[in-house]
């Protein structure tokens, strides 16, 4: 995974609301937007901004079904993120 791959995860990951989202994602098959939106009480707009960052990343992928957007995780994306960052560690333990 280059550098700028690793920046941009990283940075979708940091905020805490993002982060939130995300784990909701990934703890189930699916989520459409509305629920999101419900669950944290935040305005459509904050939510599909919040969504767009998170796959431009490449952390979700969304499709849509009637007036409906589903999203959902791209786990290989993380398993590819936890595989740089260990690396990355590796190379911070050389003497």
């Known amino acids: 995974m280059d550098q700028t791959r690793l920046a941009k995860i990283a940075k979708a990951l940091s905020d805490p609301t993002r982060l939130s989202i995300y784990e909701a994602i990934a703890g189930c098959s699916e989520m459409f937007c ?5 669950k944290y009480q ?13 796959a431009d990343a ?4 969304s499709r849509r079904e ?9 786990p290989e994306t993380i ?3 936890s595989v740089a960052l260990a690396k ?8």
């Open 58 to 61: 490449n952390l979700i992928e």
């Open 42 to 54: 935040l305005t459509p707009g904050t939510i599909s901004h919040h969504l767009k960052v998170l």
């Open 66 to 74: 009637g007036q409906f957007i589903y999203n959902r995780a791209q």
């Open 88 to 95: 990355l560690a590796r190379l911070g333990q050389r003497p």
């Open 34 to 38: 509305g629920e999101l939106v419900e």
């Open 79 to 81: 398993r590819d993120y």
